[in-house]
């Protein structure tokens, strides 16, 4: 097993639960909150602030000077007037590399395909759901009404939406932003996670065999 395995999800769809019984299967780590305290640990910065900036997103005029920072690499004094959220994202961004560069995981959010996207070993997926199976789940996990639970996950996505597609080129839950994309509501959580066990042990199969042929 050699695979880095990111979900991004939407809210309702058991991304994070599909995520772990991939990661418990393969035997491999599983990342979803635990990067953040790792972030933080890494970074300096308190949890709780970086929890508060997790996959939340910023003012867009301030892209240019990140999308800088990544291109040219930032120096202290552009690091220094950089914006909270911002710096939050850039201790993301590197725990997520150094993650990936211990060995295969399981990456739940937070950017993790476009930081990783150099990482030839990378799988990306993104994992979707039925609207009334989302809503139902969500009622359930947090005690809430119908009209309540619809607009915790409305409110969720746009979040996430927002986040990724601020930070990184692509669109958040697009096809063409992902290797596979995937109803969790049509196959439930154990179909789905048998199907993305095939699809990496079948991409692990042709990463051997063309290493093989070279």
């Known amino acids: 097993m050699n695979t880095i395995i990111t979900i991004g999800r939407q809210f309702g769809s058991a991304g994070r639960e599909i995520g772990e019984k991939v990661a418990e299967y393969f035997g491999i780590k599983c990342y979803d909150k635990e990067l953040l305290t790792r972030a933080a640990q890494e970074s300096g910065f308190c ?28 120096n202290a004094s552009s690091f220094v007037d950089m914006p909270i959220s911002h710096k939050v ?30 990482y030839k070993n990378c799988i990306n997926l993104f994992i979707f759901g039925d ?20 607009e915790m996950i409305t409110k ?9 597609n601020y930070y990184s080129s692509k669109k958040w839950g697009r096809a063409d932003s992902y ?16 199907l993305i066990i095939q699809y990496v042990e079948d991409f692990e199969k042709k990463n051997n065999a063309d290493i093989m042929e070279k």
């Open 179 to 194: 290797d596979l994309c995937i109803n969790s509501s049509i196959l439930g959580i154990e179909g789905t996670v048998k």
């Open 156 to 164: 969720k996505d746009k979040q996430r939406q927002s986040y990724y």
């Open 131 to 150: 609207d009334d199976v989302k809503t139902k789940r969500i009622m359930v996990r947090y005690d809430l009404t119908e009209a309540k639970a619809k």
């Open 89 to 118: 994202f850039l201790a993301q961004f590197d725990t997520i590399k150094k993650i990936a560069d211990e060995g295969p995981c399981v990456i739940v959010g937070r950017c993790a395909d476009y930081a990783l996207a150099d």
């Open 47 to 74: 949890e709780e602030m970086i929890q508060n900036h997790d996959e939340r997103p910023t003012n867009s005029f301030l892209y240019n000077l990140v999308m800088d920072t990544y291109s040219f690499g930032y």
